[in-house]
């Protein structure tokens, strides 16, 4: 196969996890025939540094290009403390999001038998959780009409009929791949957009009789994620409601530095750690690259190359099981690992 | 003292527990020489079943009468497959909260040594964690203009400068009864509504210099709550974000049947537990009346009757060291008492 690949190393810890990302999936094009053309864009505070722009122009065309996006992270503190600056790198990503319409974020929710003490939760409760969730990315108060003045300020949850059918379908889709489990989380019994997606669901709902289907409060999901993951199996919810969960979500595994994304749409999808741009450990060689190394098996598996998916995480796996490990999930004890010796132990064991 | 009490019973267990609560404020009431007058009305589905309004006038000229409203609970599953009924138990508490201008709800987070194995969290994360959520209650996307029809759907997300502005007030209040430390959070990356309550958030911090004051993002904010429940005191936030992280946060406790709440604002306080109607429990003696007996406990201190207070919540600490526990918190092998039972053993407490 050929593909083109986008790369945006993008802030903070962002070029390094990269760099591991792509010898990764440059291990396994090789090892299997495919071909692989690279183009790297600038993107988020690296960005607004060089063009005054988080996501330029030229950045855009090269995603236009691409059959993929291999995004690493946004952000920088500079930023952080000032919500009115008038350019900010996460306008970048919402830029991105908006002008590639990626109106499908995919979120799996796994746990690693090894790190399940990282896990807030009790191992009981979470040991074997896995689930995930998707989160409608470009519509609801994220995009909707906004107004603020020194007195008064609103954001509009606005919704269309489109824009929830075709997040339900991708819901769906998944659903069928896995456990045929489908939750709808709204807040119907308040908003007038929860109740529109309510509805459209409902209508959908005998289209996937091979599907069960059910709909919960978003206040109930954020508890029952907590007291019961593993009766999830798919979760579909609209933009802010998912921002909140998919976080939780990730945060109860206690994997959060492992866990991948993938963004999909109308144009190019995109595949990106759940983690940030964690500018504190940039230029450190201590971030753990394995979330940017299993948004490249998400991004293999996207394009069906499924033996290809596997085997890097079988790679990761492995790396985890021989203890070969970064810092922060490191045994007591143990020799910690950099960031460029988890990448190459990782490229090894998929060239042998 | 005299006061003046509205007492709504609601739905499900909602009578049973209530009854304790009564008999508790009653007994303290002897013990202590105050003089209470009570009357009874009607809410929630009961209400829309009686007179076809959830939130009728004569129960808002009752808790209007009143010096505080001692709430149990509403809700019946006879309506909740149904959000496009025109008459919902729900609507009944968001016309009270509106009525009344309840404008701050106050959820205390606390953890009982005895219960720390029910929450889902691994023991040394919660335990001594002790920290409100207060969450503006009349605002947001509940209340600002809505639209649906076939095609499209809206609410607004609407926040005026004096909304925000004594909320965060009443929160400030509470963190310097507290240990001064306030966390107000936000979208600001994202919203114009956030932005706004962070612009009045930073121009009050100045008033209040004896209370460290920080900003996170609800994303954040989800996930901090799980991995370092300890770092709260107190955490002030909007409308409908309030409404996920207050469940999440009693969720934590894994105390959450004996939670209670207060809101309060322009008029008449209301005191309430946190769960909700359980209707599936309903006349079996099985709920557990702590939460209510607790509603009872901060209803006095609202009043600044301290020592009443403190009377109240020994009592309920001494049935649960007694063991003297409804079924859902009791220890394997224990009685399982029932709800009158348990609230019949504080009302002897409390006498001897
Ligand atoms: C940075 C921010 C705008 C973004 C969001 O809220 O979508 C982030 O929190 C995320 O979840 O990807
Ligand atoms: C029943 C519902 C309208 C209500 C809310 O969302 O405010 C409830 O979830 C709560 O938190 O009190």
Redesign the pocket.
């Known amino acids: 196969m050929k593909l083109n690949i986008a790369v945006l190393p993008g802030d903070g810890i962002g070029p390094e996890i990269m760099e591991q990302g792509v010898a990764v999936l440059n291990t396994i094009a090789a090892k299997f025939g495919h071909e692989i053309e690279y183009k790297t864009a600038i993107c988020g505070a690296d960005a607004i540094d060089k063009v005054g722009d988080p996501f330029p122009d030229e950045t855009f065309e090269v995603c236009k290009w691409a059959d993929a996006v291999l995004f690493a992270a946004v952000?920088d503190p500079r930023f952080d403390n000032d919500p009115t600056a008038k350019v900010r790198p996460?306008q970048g990503?919402?830029a991105m999001r908006k002008k590639l319409g990626l109106f499908a974020?995919i979120r799996p929710v796994q746990t690693f038998k090894c790190l399940l003490h990282k896990s807030p939760l009790k191992d009981e409760l979470i040991a074997g959780a896995d689930f995930i969730c998707i989160r409608e990315?470009t519509g609801g108060m994220?995009f909707g009409e906004k107004y603020q003045d020194n007195d008064k300020a609103y954001d509009t949850n606005y919704y269309t009929r489109p824009e929830i059918e075709r997040i339900l379908r991708v819901a769906y889709y998944y659903a069928r791949k896995r456990r045929r489990h489908l939750t709808v989380v709204d807040k119907a019994n308040v908003l007038a957009s929860s109740r529109l997606w309510r509805q459209i669901a409902k209508e959908l709902e005998p289209e996937y009789p091979d599907v069960t289907t059910d709909y919960m409060f978003v206040d109930n999901a954020s508890m029952r994620m907590l007291v019961e993951p593993k009766f999830f199996d798919v979760m579909v919810t609209e933009?802010t409601f998912g921002?909140i969960l998919?976080?939780e979500g990730s945060c109860i595994s206690g994997s959060m530095g492992l866990l991948p994304s993938a963004s999909t749409g109308e144009s190019t999808p995109v595949f990106e750690p759940v983690h940030g741009s964690w500018p504190q450990a940039a230029g450190k060689n201590i971030a753990n690259p394995l979330a940017q190394i299993l948004s490249v098996a998400m991004l293999l598996e996207h394009f069906d190359l499924k033996e290809e998916g596997i085997l890097v995480r079988k790679a990761v796996d492995a790396s985890l099981d021989a203890n070969v490990r970064t810092p922060e999930i490191q045994v007591d004890g143990g020799k910690q690992y950099g960031t460029r010796e988890v990448g190459e132990w990782i490229v090894d064991y998929i060239k042998n």
């Open positions: 952000g996460e990503l919402l974020n990315l994220y933009n921002d998919t976080d």
